[in-house]
């Protein structure tokens, strides 16, 4: 497979400069930025059993902003529960139903403490979440690409060539690069080699930036082998031949969890892996040209994200900008499930959700697995174990952006990778997936 030509062919360039050419052929596409309200859950949701003996008590902190808030409790099956906010009662006797909600307003700081007394007797639980409505303008212009981390990157390359991925910048990145190690986590600096891909120009359609972490800097942690593992578990591409392009990679020796079948919402789709057991969905499209002899892919359409909480995950992508959505929730058995690579029945909530008119039309995929349920985290920072890791937003201002989210609550993983002209940096989601913002500083 022929790819187009490499736009930077020096280690030497580093992701900086690569990353701020990608930006300023997007600008003038770009849709002008606003500021969108969410819900954000400032704490929990959490639940709390009641045991038998003597009352309970379970304490954390929690970042907010100065303002109003709500206490949302759901108590199932108790009828008294103690709870402090900052040091202040907030709920009564009287507000338990026994079976029902409870909401209580609140004011909150910069820092919370929250303090939950549950009783003894009878046994039942009580749910704690709290919220708050935030309203900013991140100025978040598209999604950039998603972070593919792999064991060897020549093979790699190779697989992205069965694919008919034709949009590639290789050698990406320098293979040292102290200024991005330590804002992806790192103490100091990192060795790696970093290829981007696309199934065309890299500067219209979000990409795959590939990374081989070398030396020291790499990390065993394989990925996730379950598709319902708390995290990014793979990415989706559109085919307009599901079934040629199944039996053209199986031909390459691409390894898949079933054959391809419909799921109950008329989709047709299948999973395939690569080399190293990252997860990749191929799901069938009308748009684009008849079969091809070989691959047949258009477009990346989704980005998968697990999460615990569909609510409060949808609430925090909502005010980065997504503000587009529509409903993934699905059940079945058999060969969807087979499909899924589960034997008996799987159940999961979720959305898809865009930042709307004027993007590449990609999408995230929230869900919620509901069964088979995995409450395992995703893997801590640095983003270096293999697999999906990370996904990267472009913002008008990243100086502008970061010192929003700081003011919202919202704390950076790390410095600001990058030069004086065009910077990276990282905040993790409510699970723990890390968010990375790009864009040119103005400090």
Known sequence: MKRSKSIYSSPALGLRSAGFALFLGLLAVAPAASSHEANLTRFGPETYELVQGKPTTYSATFRAIDGPAKLVLQDEGIDNAWIKINGRDVVEPQDFSGNGEVIVDLNLTRENTIEVTVPGIPDGELGVRVTQVTEADLGLLRQGYFGLNTTDIERQRALYDTMGFIGEIYPAGPETSTTFAQSLGFPDDYLIYVSLHSLEDPAT??????????????????????????????????????????????????????????????????????????????????????????PDLVRLANTNMNVTDLQRSREFYRLLGFTESAPGSQAGSGDFAAAHGFDGPIEFEGEDISLGEGTDGATIQLRQWKSPYDNAPPYPPPVNHLGIDRINFYVEDLTATIETMNELGFEQLGPIGGGPGFGIVFFLDPDGIKVQLSGPRTD
């Open 205 to 294: 359609q979000p990409f795959v930036d590939t990374v081989q972490f070398r030396g020291n800097s790499y990390r065993k942690e394989p990925p996730y082998a379950k598709l319902n593992h708390i995290g990014m578990t793979y990415g989706t591409y559109s085919t307009t031949e599901l079934e040629g392009d199944y039996a053209y990679f199986q031909s390459e020796g691409v390894e898949f969890l079933s054959a391809p079948t419909t799921a109950p919402n008329g989709e047709r789709f299948v999973f395939m892996k690569d080399q190293d057991g990252t997860f990749i969905k191929l799901i069938e499209t009308a748009e684009g040209g008849g079969p091809t002899p070989g």
